[in-house]
């Protein structure tokens, strides 16, 4: 079914004018107990200790690259351990990050669950901010940390509460669909959350006959399409899918008819007509692990590909690239630094909490 609408900023006369929509930011917080800088040389034991752990990575990381890297991941997880500390890392991080100091890694789905089982009394959130406050709703008496608070995402920064409560005037009555990719603040104004990994259940899970869908548009026009229920949506956009093109995936059935395409649905409707397969990060790491084709475009960030080639080698990997700057905010160095000093903590206002987790906790417990 068709949108049967699309709203902005702009559609509302009586937005709050001047109204910056930035990317939220931990709020500065007493260092905890700031343990001493490790040695980061290259050595014997160092090679030995990572050597497992480049065994993950050598189809994408060159051999000459390694011994820089190394030291400090070997570092990461010596200390995380002292520390008592658990690394989530979302799919679109760099390898040397996702394979050689993750502990749990994942789609926004995946590290939501996960979240809510972890035992360790720190969580460093590898990725974006919207999913460290996740994180910390979900565990609200731990410690939760980004390694660089200024990771934000151009979805996330589309839309404020302001703006869910704007929609809620205009639509009486219509339930709200936030994606994952939103500030705590947003999530405590609407009904549920949602990843793409279960966008059309959670919305049919809502048994209306229409539903107010945000702030993805493109995500927004792929539900439609696989619904009944009539959806209203946001003119949000992730920046690295939008910049893909149909023309582009053409052009590599041109030159090779044989490549399999797949692509995230947070893409343009005219990249996902020309893909073999739609899905979220989840679902298209599987469909790879599944068919084993012999060339493969993944239309997603580039970290993804990488993440996917060092587990999957003889699956050839073409690459239209586009990197999130946001997710490559985070290094191992800024990892290391946070572990050592507990810095960027995350925190929410406990009652702004509270509205927001129930939401992301009716998602989680949604049943399939």
Known sequence: MPITGIYGPDDFANRPQGQLITPPRAVPVPAGPTWPVP?????????RATAPLYERVKHVIPPIEWPLMAPTINAINELKRARGAVI?????????????????????????????????????????HFMAE????????????IPDSRAGCSLAASITGADVRLLR????????????????????????????????QVVESLNAPSVIFLPDRYLATYVASKTDV??????????????????????????????????????????LAEADFTGSTAHMINW???????????????????????ELPDVEMLRPCNLCPHMKRITL????????????????????????????????????
């Open 288 to 310: 790879v692990r599944a068919k084993r084709p012999r060339r493969l475009v993944m239309i997603t960030e580039c970290s993804m590909a990488d993440n996917v080639r060092a």
């Open 169 to 200: 005037e205009r639509f009486p009555g219509v339930p709200v669909v936030a994606y994952v990719n939103t500030s705590a603040e947003v999530k405590a104004e609407v009904d549920i959350c949602c990843t793409s990994s279960n966008a059309v």
């Open 230 to 271: 009539k959806i209203i949506a946001w003119k949000g956009a992730c920046e690295v899918h939008e910049r893909f093109t149909g023309e582009e995936l053409r052009s590599f059935r041109e030159a090779d008819p044989s490549v399999q395409i797949i692509a995230h649905p947070e893409c343009p409707p005219d990249v």
């Open 134 to 145: 996740t994180s910390k709703l979900l565990n609200p008496d731990k410690t939760v940390l």
């Open 39 to 47: 040695s980061l040389e290259w050595t014997p034991q160092v090679e």
């Open 333 to 368: 160095a800024n990892i290391l630094e946070s572990l050592l000093t507990l810095r960027e903590e995350v925190t929410i206002d406990p009652a702004l909490a509270e509205r927001a987790r129930r939401s992301v906790e009716r998602m989680i417990n949604l049943k399939n």
């Open 88 to 128: 989530l890392a979302h799919n679109y991080q760099a390898p040397e990050i996702f394979h050689c100091v993750a502990d749990i890694g994942g789609d926004s789905l995946q590290l939501a669950v996960e979240a809510t089982k972890v035992k360790a009394d720190i969580i460093v959130q590898c990725g974006v």
